[in-house]
């Protein structure tokens, strides 16, 4: 079992940039694949960025790419989005989402539905 625990969040203006972290709580964080995801108010849970064990990999949804990116510490045990130039779309609740089995593709891992374990959430206001 793995715990993520998110912190970062918090109320910018647009333009502004911030840096979610996402904390693990177990030592074999380095195996594990890594997502960020975002619900905003009456929508569907999406994806952001994904990142894989060894951090060779990376992805990331149009809406975002050139403004996010994503790294890990596995040493640290954590990973990192860095949000520059945010705009009021980018406001939402953002998840951290962890998975440490089944095949890793760019499908897989840009899917809500293929990770097992999920924070708590960080929400992020973006204002105009």
């Known amino acids: 079992q793995v715990q993520l625990v998110e912190s970062g969040g918090g109320l910018v203006q647009a333009g502004g940039s911030l840096r979610l972290s996402c904390a693990a709580s177990?030592?074999?964080?380095?195996?594990?694949?890594m997502g960020w995801f975002r619900q905003a108010p009456g929508k569907e849970r999406e994806f952001v960025a994904a990142i894989s064990w060894s951090g060779g990999r990376t992805y990331y949804a149009d809406s975002v790419k050139g403004r996010f990116t994503i790294s890990r510490d596995n040493a640290k045990i954590t990973v990192y989005l860095q949000m520059n130039s945010l705009k009021p779309e980018d406001t939402a609740v953002y998840y951290c989402?962890?998975?440490?089995?089944?095949?890793?593709?760019?499908?897989?891992?840009?899917?809500?539905?293929?990770?097992?374990?999920w924070g708590q959430g960080t929400r992020v206001t973006v204002s105009s």
């Open positions: 177990r030592g074999t964080f380095s195996t594990y694949a």
């Open positions: 989402a962890a998975n440490n089995a089944g095949v890793v593709t760019i499908a897989t891992m840009t899917s809500a539905g293929w990770y097992n374990y």
